[in-house]
C-alpha cells in the first residue's frame, strides 16, 4: 500500500426529507447570504428548488438564483455567476442539481474568493486554488460524485475543452443526499449515472499498484452493488431502496475512499472528457463507449488483474488467466448493454468518424502529443488514437 493522506470533510445529510435542514446546514457554515445554481429546469419542475427557497426564508437567509447550468456546464455561465455573486455579496453557494450544477458552484465559489482571477486560469494551471467560498449542494442524481468528490469539471466553450481541476478546497462543506429527489430522474439518467459510477472505481482499480487488499474488496463491493441496484432502478425508478445505495455509491465511489494507497488511472475519463467536448454526449455514455477498448488494448500488460476482477465481480473462475480477463471485459460491457449504454461511437450517436477527428481528439487529449495521460499504461497521442479507432464503429 502506498502513502497517502485522506481527509474528506464534507458533511453528509441522507434520507427522506433531508433537504429540511438545508438553512441549519448553510448557518452551520457561516451562510448568510446564498447564491443558488441550478440546471435547465428539473427543479423548477418537480419543486424542489421552490422548496428549498422557502426553506431558506424561513430560516432567515437571504439568496440570489442562477439557472441554466447545462449538461457539461460551460465556462461562460459559471463566469457570469462569478459576476453576480459578487454583486449579491455572496458568502456560500448552494448548489441544487448533479454533477454539472455542482461543478459550476465550485467553479463560483473560486471565482467569487479570488476577485479579478479569470477563473479558467486555475484549470488550465495558470493560477492555483488557495481559498473559495463554501459549497453546500442538495443532490438530485447519483452518478458524479461531485457532492464530496475534490474535483470540478468545465467546458471552455470558445476552445471545446473539457478539463477538471483536483484541489482540496473543491470538496463540499456540505451535501444533503436525499434518494426521493432523484425518483423523477428519465431511466436514461439513472444508466448514464450508474456508468459514470463504476467507472470511478474502475479508473482507481486497474493501477500500477498492487497488494490493496481493503482498497480491492470496497471497490469491488461496490461495483457490485451499482450493478445489483441499477438493475432493480431498470424496473421502477422509484424504489427508494435501490435508489439509497446507488446515491451512496456515488458519493463513496469518488470521494477517494475506492482508491486509497494507490495512484489513479483516469484513462477512460480523459477520452472520454474529449467526445464531451466534441460532441457534447452526456458523461456516463463517453466513457461506457471507450472503456472497453481501453481493457482490451491494455489488458495484456497486467492479465492477472484483469482476471483477479473478473472472479471477484463477475465469479469467473474459469479457463486461462487471458480468458478470464477477457470474460471479465465482455462482462463489464455486457452489464452497460443491458442497461442501455453505448460501447462504440455509433451507439453513443456520433456515428463512425474519420481519421482527421480520431487526431484531433487524441491532440486534445495528449497536449498535440506533448504528454501522456493515464498511469496502468501510460497513453501517448498513438495509443490515444489506438483506442479510439478500436470504438470507432
Ligand atoms: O438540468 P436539469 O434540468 O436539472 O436536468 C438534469 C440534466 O439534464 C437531469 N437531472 C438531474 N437531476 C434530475 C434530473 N432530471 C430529472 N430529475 C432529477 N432529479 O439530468 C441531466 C444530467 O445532469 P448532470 O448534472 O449533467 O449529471 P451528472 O451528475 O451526471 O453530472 C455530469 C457532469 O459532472 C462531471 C461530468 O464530466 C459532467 O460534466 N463530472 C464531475 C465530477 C466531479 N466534479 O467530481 C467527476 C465525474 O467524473 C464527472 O466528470
Ligand atoms: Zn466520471
Given at each position: 500500500?502506498?502513502?497517502?493522506?485522506?481527509?474528506?470533510?464534507?458533511?453528509?445529510?441522507?434520507?427522506?426529507?433531508?433537504?429540511?435542514?438545508?438553512?441549519?446546514?448553510?448557518?452551520?457554515?457561516?451562510?448568510?447570504?446564498?447564491?443558488?445554481?441550478?440546471?435547465?429546469?428539473?427543479?423548477?419542475?418537480?419543486?424542489?428548488?421552490?422548496?428549498?427557497?422557502?426553506?431558506?426564508?424561513?430560516?432567515g437567509l437571504a439568496f440570489e438564483v442562477l439557472g441554466g447550468v447545462q449538461?457539461?456546464?460551460r465556462l461562460n455561465l459559471a463566469r457570469e455567476g462569478v459576476r453576480e455573486a459578487l454583486l449579491f455579496g455572496a458568502n456560500?453557494?448552494?448548489?441544487?442539481?448533479?454533477?454539472?450544477?455542482?461543478?459550476?458552484?465550485?467553479?463560483?465559489?473560486?471565482?467569487?474568493?479570488?476577485?479579478?482571477t479569470d477563473i479558467w486560469d486555475f484549470w488550465d494551471g495558470k493560477a492555483k486554488v488557495e481559498k473559495s467560498l463554501p459549497v453546500g449542494t442538495v443532490l438530485t442524481i447519483p452518478a458524479a460524485?461531485?457532492?464530496?468528490?475534490?474535483?470540478?469539471?468545465?467546458?471552455?466553450?470558445?476552445?471545446?475543452?473539457?478539463?477538471?481541476?483536483?484541489?482540496?478546497?473543491n470538496r463540499p462543506a456540505f451535501s444533503i443526499l436525499n434518494p426521493e429527489l432523484a425518483f423523477t430522474l428519465p431511466k436514461e439518467q439513472i444508466a448514464y449515472g450508474a456508468s459514470d459510477?463504476?467507472?470511478?472505481?474502475?479508473?482507481?482499480?486497474?493501477?500500477?499498484?498492487?497488494?490493496?487488499?481493503?482498497?480491492d474488496l470496497i471497490a469491488e463491493a461496490l461495483i457490485r452493488n451499482v450493478m445489483q441496484q441499477t438493475k432493480a432502478l431498470m424496473v421502477s425508478r422509484k424504489n427508494y431502496d435501490a435508489m439509497s445505495e446507488l446515491m451512496w455509491c456515488s458519493t463513496?465511489?469518488?470521494?477517494?475512499?475506492?482508491?486509497?494507497?494507490?495512484?489513479?488511472?483516469?484513462?477512460?475519463?480523459?477520452?472520454?472528457?474529449?467526445?464531451?467536448?466534441?460532441?457534447?454526449?452526456?458523461?456516463?455514455a463517453s466513457l461506457t463507449t471507450v472503456w472497453g477498448s481501453w481493457a482490451r488494448y491494455v489488458y495484456?500488460?497486467?492479465?492477472?488483474?484483469?482476471?483477479?476482477?473478473?472472479?471477484?465481480?463477475?465469479?469467473?473462475?474459469?479457463?486461462?488467466?487471458?480468458?478470464?480477463?477477457?470474460?471479465?471485459?465482455?462482462?463489464?460491457?455486457?452489464?452497460?448493454?443491458?442497461?442501455?449504454?453505448?460501447?462504440?461511437?455509433?451507439?453513443?450517436?456520433i456515428g463512425v468518424q474519420k481519421e482527421t477527428m480520431i487526431e484531433y481528439l487524441a491532440n486534445m487529449c495528449t497536449a498535440g502529443g506533448t504528454k501522456t495521460v493515464a498511469t496502468f499504461h501510460p497513453l501517448d497521442k498513438q495509443t490515444v488514437m489506438e483506442i479510439y479507432r478500436m470504438a470507432n464503429h
Open positions: 500500500m502506498q502513502e497517502f493522506e485522506f481527509c474528506c470533510p464534507t458533511e453528509i445529510v441522507f434520507g427522506r426529507g433531508a433537504e429540511s435542514k438545508v438553512a441549519d446546514k448553510i448557518r452551520k457554515y457561516g451562510g448568510s447570504r446564498v447564491y443558488i445554481v441550478y440546471g435547465g429546469g428539473s427543479v423548477v419542475k418537480n419543486g424542489l428548488l421552490a422548496r428549498v427557497e422557502r426553506i431558506l426564508t424561513a430560516g449538461p457539461n456546464p456560500i453557494i448552494l448548489a441544487v442539481g448533479g454533477g454539472s450544477v455542482i461543478d459550476t458552484a465550485k467553479a463560483i465559489a473560486h471565482g467569487a474568493a479570488n476577485e479579478g460524485g461531485s457532492e464530496s468528490s475534490d474535483s470540478a469539471v468545465l467546458t471552455n466553450e470558445e476552445t471545446g475543452k473539457k478539463a477538471g481541476l483536483s484541489t482540496p478546497f459510477i463504476i467507472m470511478h472505481t474502475l479508473e482507481r482499480y486497474f493501477t500500477p499498484v498492487d497488494g490493496n487488499h481493503f482498497t463513496v465511489s469518488h470521494n477517494g475512499v475506492t482508491g486509497l494507497g494507490r495512484m489513479k488511472d483516469f484513462a477512460a475519463h480523459k477520452l472520454g472528457h474529449e467526445l464531451s467536448g466534441k460532441f457534447d454526449v452526456p458523461h456516463g495484456g500488460d497486467k492479465p492477472e488483474r484483469f482476471a483477479y476482477f473478473a472472479e471477484q465481480v463477475f465469479g469467473v473462475n474459469s479457463g486461462t488467466t487471458e480468458e478470464r480477463a477477457r470474460a471479465g471485459i465482455r462482462n463489464m460491457e455486457e452489464f452497460f448493454h443491458e442497461i442501455g449504454m453505448p460501447l462504440c461511437f455509433t451507439e453513443l450517436g
